[in-house]
């Protein structure tokens, strides 16, 4: 390698000629062949790397996942800052393209740097640039997890409640069928009038009463045996199937007689199954009701958590926040059966905040709480008055955070948790948040005690 080599690169500019040639006489260079890895996340760096020709890639592993951070063509340079400040590689780097690079080890390398200023300072923009690299990548990767999870989790608890509203609809189809065929049936015999009218008052009764609270097993199934055998001693034909709508609906052996007296004991087979259709039908409505306002309650708790149509401040009700919050992670916590206990102020005064950014404060700390503690633990939501602040706390009985380790949780890129579950971001973005929003966040841990203060100034 000559010095006439290495003059046209832009971050070797600033050297004079014996520099040059003292590099190039120091250096060496490498070939990588397409696919080929320059070094590995995580790797302590030994080398300053100058691409002559060729093209390289920089990507991070976060959540298990390559995620690209940067490119170097020709005049591009790596290793600087890991070899400046000691630490490892913050991505791994492969020859995209057959690539030619210059070497430099990284004694040399530290020795130009020290007794060069001007070589130094060409570093500093790289440096930053990398660092801000990584924190963006790794700060919206992070986001994107978080909506991630509370997409999975929406989605599960939105599938049950609506599986169900489908099958209710379909049931009150088959209801309404067996209904409008059971009243042909009655008209088929040549009822009278007062008749009719009699049984379409007693389907309407039927299907107005309230529902009372259902029967345990053992007594359903008593009910409906009763019936049965009633519904036999009159000759009912397909007297269990009726006997366990009947039940169902709450009905008990009186409507037999009831509807006998209205109908007469020739059509009672098909007076009992329009009124076994009538009663089925409340008790599915009632069903679908339940779905349908659990569909609404979730569509307005992801309302409320984002705020939406809302400006970027607004005045926040931080008991609101917590509960939509929980509302979305409510699949995680049915998961572990997690235990929530609720130590709520109730006048706690609300605060002037961005709200969605604090549901995401919320979620973060909840969300690490679920993975601190074991199945059947127990994540405790305190808020109450501090002066002119508001504390609200998020604590679990998990084994805590070492000592050690407490000072370093708010450090962007640590974390506790194990390769691929965390990108060492969440807290970091969590502090950012309380702190744009006039607040503080505070670690309280001992084994069987973590909580997460956040402080915020009343409006």
Same mark, same amino acid.
């Given at each position: 390698?000559?010095?006439?080599?290495?003059?046209?690169?832009?971050?070797?500019?600033?050297?004079?000629?014996?520099?040059?040639?003292?590099?190039?006489?120091?250096?060496?260079?490498?070939?990588?062949?397409?696919?080929?890895?320059?070094?590995?996340?995580?790797?302590?760096?030994?080398?300053?790397?100058?691409?002559?020709?060729?093209?390289?890639?920089?990507?991070?592993?976060?959540?298990?996942?390559?995620?690209?951070?940067?490119?170097?063509?020709?005049?591009?340079?790596? &290793?600087?800052?890991?070899?400046?400040?000691?630490?490892?590689?913050?991505? /791994?780097?492969?020859?995209?393209?057959?690539?030619?690079?210059?070497?430099?080890?990284?004694?040399?390398?530290?020795?130009?740097?020290?007794?060069?200023?001007?070589?130094?300072?060409?570093?500093?923009?790289?440096? $930053? /640039?990398?660092?801000?690299?990584?924190?963006?990548?790794?700060?919206?990767?992070?986001?994107?997890?978080?909506?991630?999870?509370?997409?999975? &989790?929406?989605?599960?608890?939105?599938?049950?409640?609506?599986?169900?509203?489908?099958?209710?609809?379909?049931?009150? +189809?088959?209801?309404?069928?067996?209904?409008?065929?059971?009243?042909?049936?009655?008209?088929?015999?040549?009822?009278?009038?007062?008749?009719?009218?009699?049984?379409?008052?007693?389907?309407?009764?039927?299907?107005?009463?309230?529902?009372? $609270?259902?029967?345990?097993?053992?007594?359903?199934?008593?009910?409906?045996?009763?019936?049965?055998?009633?519904?036999?001693?009159?000759?009912?034909?397909?007297?269990?199937?009726?006997?366990?709508?009947?039940?169902?609906?709450?009905?008990?052996?009186?409507?037999?007689?009831?509807?006998?007296?209205?109908?007469? $004991?020739?059509?009672?087979?098909?007076?009992?199954?329009?009124?076994?259709?009538?009663?089925?039908?409340?008790?599915?409505?009632?069903?679908?009701?339940?779905?349908?306002?659990?569909?609404?309650?979730?569509?307005?708790?992801?309302?409320?958590?984002?705020?939406?149509?809302?400006?970027?401040?607004?005045?926040?009700?931080?008991?609101?926040?917590?509960? /939509?919050?929980?509302?979305?992670?409510?699949?995680?916590?049915?998961?572990?059966?997690?235990?929530?206990?609720?130590?709520?102020?109730?006048?706690?005064?609300?605060?002037?905040? /961005?709200?969605?950014?604090?549901?995401?404060?919320?979620?973060?700390?909840?969300?690490?709480?679920?993975?601190?503690?074991?199945?059947?633990?127990?994540?405790?939501?305190?808020?109450?008055?501090?002066?002119?602040?508001?504390?609200?706390?998020?604590?679990?009985?998990?084994?805590?955070?070492p000592t050690d380790l407490q000072a370093r949780v708010f450090d962007a890129?640590?974390?506790?948790?194990?390769?691929?579950?965390?990108?060492?971001?969440?807290?970091?973005?969590?502090?950012?948040?309380?702190?744009?929003?006039? +607040? $503080?966040?505070?670690?309280?841990?001992?084994? &069987?005690?973590?909580?997460?203060?956040?402080?915020?100034?009343?409006?």
């Open positions: 390698m000559t010095a006439d080599s290495l003059r046209d690169l832009p971050v070797l500019a600033s050297l004079a000629d014996e520099e040059l040639s003292q590099l190039a006489a120091a250096g060496r260079e490498r070939r990588l062949a397409t696919g080929e890895f320059l070094f590995h996340q995580g790797d302590r760096a030994s080398a300053f790397h100058l691409v002559l020709d060729g093209r390289l890639e920089t990507t991070r592993e976060i959540a298990g996942e390559q995620v690209l951070m940067m490119n170097h063509g020709p005049g591009g340079f790596l &290793g600087a800052m890991a070899l400046l400040t000691e630490t490892p590689y913050r991505g /791994s780097t492969f020859a995209v393209d057959d690539t030619l690079l210059f070497e430099l080890d990284g004694e040399e390398l530290r020795r130009l740097a020290f007794t060069h200023p001007p070589l130094l300072r060409q570093f500093l923009p790289a440096f $930053e /640039s990398v660092s801000h690299a990584v924190k963006g990548i790794e700060r919206d990767r992070e986001k994107l997890l978080a909506v991630g999870t509370l997409a999975a &989790g929406l989605a599960h608890e939105l599938n049950n409640p609506a599986a169900a509203a489908a099958r209710a609809v379909a049931t009150l +189809g088959e209801y309404e069928r067996a209904r409008q065929d059971a009243f042909a049936d009655i008209a088929g015999t040549g009822a009278p009038a007062e008749r009719l009218v009699a049984i379409a008052s007693l389907g309407a009764e039927a299907t107005d009463q309230p529902l009372p $609270e259902p029967l345990d097993p053992l007594a359903e199934s008593d009910r409906e045996d009763e019936l049965a055998a009633a519904l036999d001693r009159r000759g009912v034909a397909g007297g269990r199937g009726i006997a366990s709508a009947l039940t169902e609906a709450r009905l008990g052996p009186e409507w037999v007689d009831r509807v006998a007296a209205g109908v007469g $004991e020739e059509a009672l087979t098909a007076g009992l199954r329009f009124v076994a259709a009538c009663a089925g039908a409340r008790v599915v409505l009632a069903e679908l009701e339940q779905a349908t306002t659990r569909i609404a309650d979730l569509v307005g708790a992801v309302k409320d958590y984002s705020y939406l149509d809302q400006g970027p401040r607004q005045t926040v009700d931080i008991h609101e926040g917590l509960e /939509s919050t929980l509302a979305l992670l409510a699949h995680k916590l049915g998961e572990k059966h997690v235990e929530i206990v609720r130590d709520f102020d109730p006048e706690l005064p609300t605060v002037e905040a /961005s709200g969605s950014e604090l549901n995401q404060v919320w979620t973060n700390l909840i969300d690490n709480a679920l993975d601190a503690i074991e199945a059947d633990g127990r994540i405790t939501l305190r808020t109450r008055t501090q002066g002119p602040r508001i504390c609200i706390e998020i604590a679990d009985n998990g084994p805590g955070i890129f640590f974390t506790t948790k194990p390769v691929g579950h965390g990108a060492g971001l969440g807290l970091d973005i969590a502090q950012r948040i309380v702190v744009r929003n006039r +607040g $503080e966040l505070r670690l309280e841990s001992q084994p &069987g005690d973590t909580r997460f203060q956040v402080l915020l100034l009343v409006q």
